[in-house]
């Protein structure tokens, strides 16, 4: 394993129109570190990976795997994968369907002509490590998809690269195996660090797996840092979207009320703003609730009149969908455990009101274009 070090990396493709899918990108990643790409898709995630493993040629930039300088643009370095120490595992897998899982995993081994790691018994303890001992003389076929995700795994890890690539590598997986497997690699990680890049669109992988976490956007990186501080402290509006903030209200505050589109926003939870203009405001759906009316709001809290537009029914919680009178929609997830008992009879075309906690919603300037933070003196929501 092995730190990494990518400086102004950028890689184009020419077409119509041309796009820069790695825009002059930095990163650094400790060693033994865990990070994960984040971001929708398009954004630029497996660029970044296939010019980590070689598959890509960048136009510019600078790649640094341990002490080798495995890319460089000025200096027209660029080593091919087979010269890079570097494991992969993908979406699909991608066993040798002739090959036993024995041989699969042996495969890295051989191609490095790793002959003491083969005699070593390193095939057995690294198929040990993600739970494939039982499995070394079947063939894929006969293997579950989480099985065969084990054995792709081992195949990444087994020749100890100085970095291992994760392209969506749970994303095959059925909700219940991804959440198996993906518990069974953060324990290994825990258990035995290795570097490596995770790349994902899915946040609670993100959070769960990453020592650290890049949010991307066009091609760079918008923020980076541990999961918790992304997920508490989202450094734009764009990364509030992403990591869970899925509500967005935005508010303007004018002859002294709080107004979202047409309608009121009820409490004095929020405050009037020190700059004149909006203020998007970004609330998660559970950091929300449905209140009966404005009567029941917190101090801490400020609502919005809604109507019910949808309930699902989650086992320990509802979603509900609620719409202001202005056609905003919006979502709550209601513990049914904690919540009022109004909520057992609650059905579509009930009036409640949508009542959020002004201390856990995060506040953006709403200047065109500009997803940036604002300061809680300068926009003055925060209760
Ligand atoms: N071979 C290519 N030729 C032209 N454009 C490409 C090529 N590969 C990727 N792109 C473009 O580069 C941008 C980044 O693509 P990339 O696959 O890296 O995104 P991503 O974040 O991994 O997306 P996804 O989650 O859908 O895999 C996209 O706009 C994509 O259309």
């Not at 990396?9 to 060693?31: H, K, M, Q, S, W």
């Not at 509030?240 to 107004?259: C, L, Q, Y």
Request: net charge negative; with cysteine.
């Amino acid at each position: 394993m092995s730190h990494v070090s990518v400086c102004g990396l950028t890689r184009r493709f020419d077409g119509n129109p041309p796009t820069v899918a790695v825009a002059d990108l930095d990163l650094e990643i400790e060693d033994g570190e865990f990070l994960v790409l984040l971001g929708p898709s398009g954004c630029g995630k497996t660029t970044t990976l296939r010019c980590l493993a070689g598959l890509e040629s960048p136009g510019a930039g600078t790649i640094r795997l341990g002490d080798s300088v495995v890319f460089d643009h000025a200096s027209k370095i660029d080593l091919p994968p087979n010269r890079r120490f570097i494991g992969m595992v993908f979406q699909s897998y991608a066993l040798w369907p002739h090959m036993t899982v024995r041989k699969n995993i042996c495969y890295p081994l051989k191609a490095r002509k790793m002959k003491e790691a083969l005699a070593s018994g390193q095939v057995e303890r690294t198929a040990g490590l993600v739970d494939c001992q039982d499995l070394l003389d079947r063939y894929p076929s006969q293997l579950s998809g989480g099985q065969q995700q084990r054995v792709a795994l081992a195949r990444g890890l087994v020749a100890q690269p100085d970095l291992v690539l994760f392209d969506e590598p749970l994303s095959n997986l059925d909700a219940r195996l991804r959440d198996q497997v993906r518990a069974e690699l953060h324990e290994l990680h825990q258990r035995k660090p290795f570097t490596a890049v995770f790349v994902t669109h899915d946040q609670s992988e993100a959070l769960a797996l990453g020592d650290r976490m890049a949010i991307m956007r066009s091609g760079a990186i918008e923020q980076l840092g541990s999961p918790r501080e992304v997920f508490e402290e989202p450094a734009t509006e764009y990364v509030a979207a992403f990591t869970g903030m899925s509500n967005r209200i935005v508010a303007h505050f004018t002859d002294g009320v709080w107004k979202s589109g047409t309608d009121e926003v009820l409490g004095a939870a929020l405050r009037p703003p020190h700059a004149a203009g909006d203020a998007v405001v970004r609330v998660r759906p559970d950091d929300a609730r449905l209140a009966t009316g404005p009567d029941a709001l917190a101090p801490h809290e400020a609502g919005l009149p809604v109507v019910v537009a949808d309930v699902e029914f989650g086992g320990r919680h509802l979603d509900v969908t609620v719409q202001t009178g202005g056609g905003l929609r919006l979502s709550v997830r209601a513990d049914i455990r904690r919540s009022d008992d109004f909520l057992g009879a609650l059905g579509r075309g009930d009036r409640v009101v949508f009542a959020f906690d002004t201390e856990a919603a995060r506040y953006f300037d709403a200047s065109e274009g500009s997803h940036h933070v604002a300061e809680p003196a300068s926009v003055g929501v925060i209760a």
